[in-house]
T-cell receptor
Framework: NAGVTQTPKFRVLKTGQSMTLLCAQD?????MYWYRQDPGMGLRLIHY???????AKGEVPDGYNVSRLNKREFSLRLESAAPSQTSVYFC?????????????FGPGTRLTVT | DAKTTQPNSMESNEEEPVHLPCNHS???????IHWYRQLPSQGPEYVIH???SNVNNRMASLAIAEDRKSSTLILHRATLRDAAVYYC???????????????FGKGTLLTVNP
């Protein structure tokens, strides 16, 4: 049981390049989330999904597209990367039945845009 | 949305209790209080949550003031592994969609001295 995994772990992009971050969970969770964390800051929600085939905007959605590929996988795409998107990106998932409302987080992807 | 206020940083000595405060004076009657922590270079992890009554689990205790305007996360015997950023988060339970989301602030950086 790997929990929440994210690929890649690190990436350096040039301004204008595109890339896709992939998140996968093996806990059969319905809800999945993408956050970003800038230095010295808390996490900010980018987009989330409450089930297969659904996505919704979070607090800071501009410049990002997401896709809930299936129940396990949730991708985050940067079509034209900008230096302001330099950040650590975290994926999380949650079970709808969880009384604790516990979100399980992946290890993060550290992205630098030059 | 109701907000939380936490000290930027706190220090503790190993094997001593730690009391991490959180003010949430504008909390509404149906808001849950959640605590997460983030160890260095890792994603956040769930610690504990509560609504009105004090709560205990294997990681910590949560003491909630009678008027619910503040709460305290208690680590009974701090270890070096407890050095992390601790986030106090209010989870709203209205029907407007925010029930799915957690809003992370900057949290409290806890340093544990050997």
């Amino acid at each position: 049981n790997a929990g929440v995994t994210q690929t890649p772990k690190f990436r350096v992009l040039k301004t204008g390049q595109s890339m896709t971050l992939l998140c996968a969970q093996d806990m059969n969770h319905e809800y999945m989330y993408w956050y970003r964390q800038d230095p010295g800051m808390g996490l900010r929600l980018i987009h989330y999904s409450v089930g297969e085939g659904t996505t919704a905007k979070g607090e800071v959605p501009d410049g990002y597209n997401v896709s809930r590929l299936n129940k396990r996988e949730f991708s985050l795409r940067l079509e034209s990367a900008a230096p302001s998107q330099t950040s650590v990106y975290f994926c999380a998932s949650r079970n709808t039945d969880s009384l604790s409302y516990e979100q399980y987080f992946g290890p993060g992807t550290r992205l630098t845009v030059t | 949305d109701a907000k939380t206020t936490q000290p930027n940083s706190m220090e503790s000595n190993e094997e001593e209790p730690v009391h991490l405060p959180c003010n949430h004076s504008t909390i509404s009657g149906t808001d849950y209080i959640h605590w997460y922590r983030q160890l260095p270079s890792q994603g956040p992890e769930y610690v504990i949550h509560g609504l009105t009554s004090n709560v205990n689990n294997r990681m910590a205790s949560l003491a909630i003031a009678e008027d619910r305007k503040s709460s305290t996360l208690i680590l009974h015997r701090a270890t070096l592994r407890d050095a992390a950023v601790y986030y106090c988060i209010l989870r709203h339970t209205n029907s407007g969609g925010s029930n799915y989301k957690l809003t992370f602030g900057k949290g409290t950086l806890l340093t544990v001295n050997p």
